[in-house]
């Protein structure tokens, strides 16, 4: 199995469930977004996972925002700029499809619908056979988010009935401790993994933990080969009594466990040929 290289390491600053009034350290501006992205990419984050607000701090959806984004993020890092086309709960389904009329080259795309603490977040079937088709035609590298076991068989099955995302490779994320979906724990964490395998031939995952959970999902991912995802949309507290300071905290720790595992950071640049998104 190939995958045990370095460590993909995702920065996920913003999220759509927190608000600036309550944690003032979120990045919500693009300056904010584009500074954080820039210093995550020097401790050695590869990917972001792009969630926008307005200018009232709100979540939207907004397209002209969303292509503003992805050419200011091109432009001043290296990195790999994923959107988000889960938004938040309350977004329709059409504007989580127009996501990717913003071009990125890489989107979430989540593969069942799940409680979200008090919310839902729909995925109909029907909805994740579109998305997947449109991210297909547009050359878009999906990256398959997973908030319960059953949801890697949807995975499989989609794979079976509609073929390879573009790029060729199959890149699952780990949502794990949400409330509502699987716990944030090492043996839900090798479960899923035991479900990856029956995916197709180097199949690669990282994994995230909501709150508490973010310690033990990112020790468990980098024991069982997998790769990780922090940042200020999973993980507001940094330890007990200790609010988290920026994303970069975030980063630099996972930088930190990674480089203690001997799977130091994978550059952009190895990413995007790890998971076949095309070079810059
Ligand atoms: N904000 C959640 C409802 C994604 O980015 O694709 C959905 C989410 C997943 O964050
Ligand atoms: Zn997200």
């Known amino acids: 199995m190939s995958r045990m290289t370095g460590t993909l390491i ?18 919500v501006t693009l300056d904010e977004l584009v500074s954080t992205a820039k210093e995550c990419e020097a401790l050695g984050a590869s990917i972001v996972h792009v969630h926008i607000r307005d200018d009232d701090a709100r979540p939207t959806l907004d397209q002209g925002r969303l292509r503003a984004t992805v050419a200011a993020l091109r432009e001043s890092t290296g990195l790999i700029v994923q959107l988000s086309s889960g ?8 504007d989580r499809l127009a996501v990717l009329d913003a071009e990125p080259e890489m989107a ?10 008090d919310g839902v977040f729909l995925n109909r079937w029907e909805f994740i056979v579109d998305l997947h088709t449109r991210m297909q035609e547009r050359g878009v590298v999906p990256e398959y988010e997973i908030f319960d076991l059953g949801q890697l068989t949807t995975l499989q099955r989609l794979l079976g009935k509609y073929g390879l995302p573009a790029g060729g490779h199959v890149h699952v994320d780990l949502v794990m401790g949400v409330p509502g979906g699987m716990p944030g724990t090492a043996a839900a964490l090798v479960a899923c993994e035991q479900v990856i395998r029956d995916l197709p031939e180097g199949t690669t995952f990282s994994a995230t933990g909501i709150g508490r959970s973010t310690l033990p999902v990112m020790l468990a991912s980098l024991a069982a080969g997998g790769h990780l995802r922090v940042g200020m949309e999973d993980t507001l507290t940094y330890g007990k009594g200790r609010p988290v300071e920026s994303n970069m905290q975030l980063v630099a720790r996972a930088v930190g466990f990674a480089q203690l595992a001997q799977r130091p950071p994978l550059t952009p640049a190895q990413a995007r040929e790890l998971l076949g998104v095309a070079a810059r």
């Open 10 to 27: 995702t920065v996920a600053p913003t999220g759509a469930e927190s608000s600036k009034a309550d944690v003032p350290a979120l990045p």
């Open 87 to 94: 938004g938040a709960v309350t977004d329709p389904e059409a």
């Open 108 to 117: 979430s795309c989540t593969m069942g619908t799940v409680n979200f603490g």
